[in-house]
Every structure is written in C-alpha cells, then in structure tokens.
C-alpha cells in the first residue's frame, strides 16, 4: 500500500526558508521510471506544481520558482525533502507530495497535505 | 507555460444525471492529460490519465475523451459522493493545472 506523509512547519515568517519532508511507504524511490513530486494548493484556489525528483535523481522545477527551490531524495530514509528560500505570505498554501509510477505524467498517490501559513 | 482553462466553473447537476466538464489547453499537449477530483479538505484524487485510461478503482460512470487542446470529462450518472471540485492538468510541457470546475448539486 502506497502512503506518502508530509511534514514541516505550520507557520514561518517572510523572509524565511521553509523545509518540507515528504516520508514515503508501501514503494522505493530506487525503483525505476517512479517520481515524487510536490504540489501546492494555496486556500481556495487551484493547484500549482513546484517540482519532482525521478528514481535516477534526475530533478525538474516549476520555470517560475525554480531560483526559490530545491528538492533532494534520501532512499535509505524513504523521504523526500523540499525546500523554499525566501517565503512571502502568498506562498501560504497546502504543500502536497506525491507519486507516480512513471515519472513524468500524473500522480496517482498523494499525501494528506500540510498547511503552511507565512506571516510575521 | 501551457494554460489550462476548465468551464464552466460552476455545474449544477440533479443526482442521476450527465455531468459533461470541459478543459482547453492553451497548445496542443496530445493525449497528456489527467483528471482529479477533489473534496472540501482533501488531497485531490486521481480519477483518469492519458486522456481517458481510468485509474485503479474508478468507477465505470468516469470517462475522458479529446485530443490536443480541447478534453472532456463525463460522468454518465452523477452519484451523492461525485460532487466535489475537479481539475484537469496537462504533462506535455512541464506540469499545469486548470483552475478547476465545482460540481454542486442541481
């Protein structure tokens, strides 16, 4: 059974680096053409992509956030990490992990979410 | 970036009846193309990929359609449980979502 949790802060001030753990079950992220993303959902509005890590460790990034970004993997750990430098009060949102089993297509899996509130 | 544009925003549909939904991509993104739904404080669940190939334990009554820019979700006999908000999101081009289209009871 494919479970993903997320885990991190609630609340960070501007300004500040928010770091997000992604703790994945039931799969490897050794296994090949599998991927973890993270999606963000700010409330009441639609879902935005920020990025994705492959089996291979091949990364990609949202072309608008990319500077902000990076995502690394540690299979002995099963996790996934995101982290985001310089939070403004509109990176407010439910971040989102989640799986596919192909990489780079959609996602089958997705964690529970967690809100992250930016605000001083 | 490829945009994706879902209408209307808002059906109002009676239990038991058709719900057609509709998503345009700004360019073409051939058959890449997935459908989510998602309720009030939930993660979106995935409901169809590459157009129109169901995911595990969809029901029968989900079905995709189109080709290019222009896609179709159909629910064929809208049960209690299918009211909620659905998204579509195109992998051709990196990933977008569309900003998503809420279906409320008639």
């Known amino acids: 059974q494919i479970t993903l949790k997320e885990s991190g802060p609630t609340l960070v001030k501007p300004t500040q680096t928010l770091t997000l753990t992604c703790t994945l079950s039931g799969f490897s992220l050794s296994t090949p053409r599998v991927g973890v993303a993270w999606i963000r959902q700010p409330p009441g509005k639609a879902l935005e992509w920020l990025s994705l890590i492959y089996w291979d460790d091949d990364k990609r990034y949202s072309p608008s956030l990319k500077s902000r970004l990076t995502i690394t993997k540690d299979t002995s750990k099963n996790q996934v990490v995101l982290t985001m430098t310089n939070m403004d009060p509109v990176d407010t949102a439910t971040y989102y992990c989640?799986?596919?089993?192909?990489?780079?297509?959609?996602?089958?899996?997705w964690g529970q979410g967690t809100l992250v509130t930016v605000s001083s | 970036e490829i945009v994706m544009t879902q209408s209307p925003a808002t059906l109002s549909v009676s239990p038991g009846e058709r719900a057609t939904l509709s998503c345009r991509a700004s360019?073409?993104?051939?058959?890449?193309l997935a459908w989510y739904q998602q309720k009030f404080g939930q993660a979106p669940r995935l409901l169809i990929s590459?157009?129109?190939t169901r995911a595990t334990g969809i029901p029968a009554r989900f079905s995709g359609s189109g080709s290019g820019t222009e896609f179709t979700l159909t629910i064929s006999s809208l049960q209690s449980e299918d009211f909620a908000v659905y998204y579509c999101q195109q992998y051709y081009n990196w990933y977008t979502f569309g900003q998503g289209t809420k279906l409320e009871i008639k």
């Open positions: 590459g157009t129109s």
């Open positions: 989640a799986h596919s089993p192909d990489g780079g297509s959609s996602w089958d899996h």
């Open positions: 360019q073409s993104v051939d058959i890449n």
